[in-house]
């Protein structure tokens, strides 16, 4: 099969159009101009001669002809506010354009390409809602409860859109070997490194806790500093402490991030009575993971009692890592060396659809630079040499598959 660059590049150029603004994209779940991308998706399927249809979460899957087995590729084409114009909208194109290449070859494969985009990936309403429902984990009653900023629900932007009550399409493990996604990296590692080719370890798990500190509210200019019971100070030891933990038990992939703090009252002239920090960390082993918990567990209980001030931890969101297939990923390394291009491999510290479909069949993902490590912004770019060769990769990794098949 002969990829046809210029077409894929003409697609996104298009698919970019649907809420274009500057550079960039502002194309939120089920608003008319993510409805008008899907609907021009659909046509692009069914005139590359796949059977094409969108869903009852927003879906939209275009199904191989006549194979009994194919390789899953996508990604989606929703957008954050503002975001930019590859994220998501190239790994779906990368699907299309290797699925109409392999059908004008004469398809002398059995092997199918399938190809997806993934309803609200970026959670207008609910994160990831159109991969957890091809998997099987969005209930009706999920659908009920999420909504967007603005309080609408997910069910009534679905009858408006005119999905709701259309069936949804579902994974079939006995068809889909495989799932690939090619995506943009997000971040600089890429480009600073000076390779091309990102091959995705795994997605890195997340957690969150809060540390909260309760002391006294008392005048900050006549109470001396020994009879103090300051949750201000304490936090900050407290935050202080933990970074030196943190790079104790670190991996090279791990990040954190004290991400929000409160003092309260909150006032120049009063000791504050209570402080407390979000702090957000990853990583791509749920053992350095569980090590990092129990360095801010540690932390608390250390500062805990000290100058009169309570400290405690609590736990708010934990999602594990997900790890990509390694087979897979030695395929795209060897696919990446065919071409000549330098590859690395790395964790993703965004999620994306992958993280749910490798919970069911072999997947994998694909990183190209990012410009300046820029996304989710209007900016966000991608040298056209850097897109044409991340589907070359991705075309030769299928047919890789193919061979083993
Ligand atoms: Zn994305």
């Not at 993902?365 to 490590?373: E, V």
């Amino acid at each position: 099969m002969q990829i046809n660059y210029l077409r894929l590049l003409a697609d996104l150029r298009r698919l970019a159009k649907f809420g274009q603004v500057g550079r960039g994209v502002h194309r939120l779940s089920f608003t008319p101009e993510d409805r008008e991308a899907r609907h021009w998706l659909l046509q692009r399927m069914t005139e590359a001669g796949l059977d094409a249809q969108i869903d009852g979460i927003g879906n939209v899957y275009g199904q191989t002809k006549g194979v009994d087995k194919a390789v899953l590729v996508g990604s989606h084409t929703d957008s954050v506010p503002n975001g930019g114009w590859l994220d998501g909208a190239m790994g779906v194109l990368y699907g299309l354009e290797i699925a109409r290449a392999r059908l004008e070859a004469g398809a002398r494969t059995d092997l199918g390409i399938d190809v997806i985009s993934f309803a609200d990936e970026e959670g207008t309403y609910r994160a990831l809602a159109g991969s957890l429902s091809f998997c099987g984990h969005l209930s009706e009653a999920d659908v009920e409860v999420a909504t967007n900023q603005q309080g609408k629900n997910l069910r009534e932007a679905l009858s408006e859109a005119g999905y709701a009550g259309r069936p949804r399409v579902t994974l079939d493990p006995s068809r889909h070997v495989a799932y690939l996604e090619g995506h943009i990296e997000q971040g600089p590692r890429l480009e600073t490194e000076g390779k091309k080719i990102g091959i995705v370890t795994g997605i890195v798990g997340i957690r969150r806790c809060h540390v909260t500190c309760t002391g006294q509210a008392d005048h900050a200019g006549t109470t001396p500093m020994h009879l103090r019971k300051d949750a201000g100070s304490a936090l900050i030891k407290c935050c202080h402490d933990l970074i030196q933990r943190f790079e104790q038990v670190r991996s090279p992939d791990s990040v954190w991030n004290f991400g929000h703090i409160v003092f309260e009252p909150g006032a120049g002239n009063v000791v504050p009575s209570s402080a407390r920090v979000l702090v957000e960390f990853r990583d791509v082993s749920e053992a350095t993971l569980d090590r990092m918990q129990a360095e801010i567990q540690a932390a608390a209980a250390t500062a805990n009692g000290q100058g009169g001030v309570g400290v405690q931890s609590t736990e708010l969101i934990r999602i594990s890592p997900a790890e990509m297939d390694a087979n897979l990923a030695a395929m795209i390394e060897v696919a990446a060396r065919g071409r000549g291009v330098p590859s690395l491999r790395m964790p993703s510290g965004a999620g994306h659809d992958a993280m749910v479909l490798t919970r069911h069949i072999p997947t994998a993902m694909l990183f190209i630079p990012s410009i300046g490590g820029r996304s989710h912004d209007l900016a966000e770019d991608t040298d056209a040499a850097d897109i044409c060769l991340g589907i070359d990769v991705l075309a030769d990794t299928i047919r890789s598959i193919n061979r083993k098949i």
